[in-house]
């Protein structure tokens, strides 16, 4: 825009300069006949250069326009819902409880990366709105494969409200009051909500906003708690060991297996599950009882094992790529993922009693009154994912692996309500209620609309 602006201005100084002294006399050199000719010939190019200016005057409202529209969303950026708009519009045509959503990228700003080209479905069975409605409840869940995190809540109308955020390789999640905690590729993230109860911000009662990122490395953070002194527990897979952040380091490790010989940057026994107990680390799963590096992997189908944090023992030690290990109810519940079964432990047995089978590969669990919510994703076709009990299983049953939510009633086992996903997400990893939710937004940090949003607290003392 500038720069044609100038080109502009030159062309009109060069032509008059020639229209008084040289050309003429440059020209009266080579044909003096010529100048009555040739004075038609400059005010020509006048005219031509003239429109040459309107058109680049054309070619310049379009861009205001373009950058009106970009402008826009700083007026609905609060609303990253602007992309989510059409997607109900698309819903309203399908199924009641379908959701078709297209999203070209434009709202997926939360994050480190994002999706160029977002095809997604999401289908509840009959009565999920209801219940969700019911229970005053919504949820979010982490798809590291995807790069997204999810809310689930209610518009108005009673129809599923889906919002997302990005962020590379997400993974654990942990609500805490009114702080939600994530974990991604290199960082460790803290949520607050800023909305006071009752406030309601373009139709969320729930803004998450970012306040505090801990950059501890590529740790391949799993699950994440709060212990009883708001201290941040995490599982760093990578070291094979509980952690919790570092003043002046990526992390200060607080416990291993006994097992594990050393703490190195090795993966040896795949540490994943993290069950709290009245505010302290209870419980852990891990793949396999190894010490040498990636040695889990020779484990996946039966050697799985939950361990007691306070004592070192091993409670259980032939599961199936455990996950998602919750004390709930006076139980310890897990999800032997390799055969695809929801259940509990008995700890003084040391035996596990499966519930309910889940077809797809089960990772992540929360509980809200009588319901377990379990995550499911698809199989990888890898070696990871395959030759497992759950293959044998899923043939017997003649059934096909899902991505989505299961809703378990744990007095009978029974899955009572769904959703179900498809398209570009095929795999969950963590799960969370979000309870006296009824509809949950977060904020991003590629969007304008994070640094419009202002909260302060009351006024202290020096």
């Known amino acids: 825009m500038a720069k044609r602006g100038t080109t502009a201005a030159k062309k009109p100084a060069a032509r008059k300069t020639p229209a008084k002294t040289k050309k003429p006399s440059a020209k009266k050199a080579a044909n003096k006949s010529s100048p009555a000719k040739k004075s038609p010939a400059r005010k020509e190019p006048a005219r031509n250069k ?5 058109k680049t005057a054309t070619k310049t409202s379009p861009a205001k326009k ?31 409880n379908t959701i078709k959503k297209t999203d070209e990228g434009a709202s997926s700003t939360g994050g480190e990366a994002q999706a160029a080209d977002i095809k997604l479905e999401m289908a509840a069975s009959r009565q999920f709105n209801a219940w969700m409605a019911e229970q005053n409840l919504s949820i979010a869940f982490s798809t590291y494969q995807s790069a997204k995190v999810f ?31 994530l974990s991604s590729l290199y960082q460790l993230w803290r949520f607050e909500n800023v909305l006071a109860p009752g406030q309601v911000h373009d139709g969320y009662d729930r803004l998450y906003v970012p306040m505090d990122g801990r950059t501890t490395g590529d740790l391949d953070i799993h699950d994440i708690a709060i212990d009883r002194d708001g201290r941040v527990i995490f ?29 190195a940057a090795e993966d040896r026994c795949h ?38 944090v306070s004592s070192g023992e091993i409670v259980i030690g032939d599961l199936s790529m455990p996950h998602s290990p919750r004390v709930y109810n006076g139980k310890v519940w897990l999800l032997n993922s390799g055969t695809g079964e929801f259940g509990s432990v008995d700890v003084t047995s040391g035996r596990f009693e499966p519930m309910t089978f889940c077809p797809g590969y089960a990772r992540g669990l929360s509980f809200h009154g009588d319901y377990a919510l379990v995550g499911l994703s698809k199989p990888r076709e890898n070696r990871t994912f395959s030759g497992l009990a759950l293959d044998d299983t899923m043939r017997t049953k003649n059934a096909t692996a899902q991505c989505g939510i299961y809703v378990i009633d744990i007095r009978s086992g029974d899955v009572v309500h769904w959703l179900t996903i498809d398209g570009i ?34 006024m202290g003392s020096l």
């Open 66 to 96: 373009t950058l009106t529209k970009k402008a826009s969303p700083k007026k609905t950026s609060t609303k990253t819902v602007p992309a989510k708009q059409p997607a109900r519009k698309t819903a309203s045509k399908t199924a009641s």
């Open 425 to 458: 997400v095929t795999e969950l990893y963590d799960v969370v209620c979000l309870p006296n939710v009824r509809r949950p937004m977060a904020l991003g940090f590629k969007s304008d609309e994070i640094r419009r949003t202002i909260s302060m607290s009351d």
């Open 271 to 308: 540490l994943n599950g993290l069950a709290m107990q009245d505010g302290k680390p209870a419980y852990v799963t891990a793949v396999g009882q190894t010490d040498v590096p990636n040695g889990w992997r020779d484990k996946r189908r039966d050697g799985g094992c939950l361990i007691d």
């Open 50 to 54: 003239k429109p040459a200016v309107k």
């Open 235 to 263: 599982v760093n897979t990578l070291f094979s060991c509980l952690a919790t952040i570092g003043d002046k380091t990526s992390f200060q490790p607080l416990w291993k297996p006994r097992f594990i010989s050393k703490l």
């Open 151 to 181: 809310m689930i809540g209610l518009q108005p109308t009673g129809r599923l409200s889906i919002f997302e955020r990005t962020f590379n390789r997400c993974m654990g999640l942990c609500l805490d009051r009114d702080s939600l905690y």
